[in-house]
């Protein structure tokens, strides 16, 4: 597995805890572009975009980060699996909404 993909494994072990629905869109570069996880959580429209530590988010990434925040999107960007306080909001977010 890739260090990208701990992080994810890591997020959807969390998401699936709280009940919450994700879907991961396969980008092929067709359409409007995504982020890794699209979720709902009780009504609450979540996004998050998982990297390695040192992993920087490209122009297209920020772009769609900006257009989804600006319709009221919470967004995440988790920086690897020790990325605790990430983790922790996505944790205070699940909990909360």
């Known amino acids: 597995m890739t260090p990208e993909g701990a992080v994810k494994e890591k997020v959807k072990k969390l998401l699936k ?5 994700y879907h ?6 067709m359409g409007k ?19 390695t530590e040192k992993g920087q988010l490209t122009l297209r990434q920020q772009v769609t980060i900006d257009e989804m925040q600006k319709a009221g999107a919470i967004v995440l960007v988790i920086r690897g699996e020790t990325d605790g306080e990430s983790f922790a909001i996505l944790r205070s977010f699940l909990e909360l909404a």
């Not at 805890?17 to 629905?21: D, I, K, N, P, Q």
């Not at 699209?38 to 998050?48: E, M, N, P």
């Open 17 to 21: 805890e709280y009940g919450a629905y």
């Open 24 to 29: 991961m869109p396969v980008q092929n570069g």
């Open 33 to 51: 572009p995504s982020l890794d996880f699209i979720c709902c959580v009780k009504g609450r429209f979540l996004a998050i975009e998982t990297k």
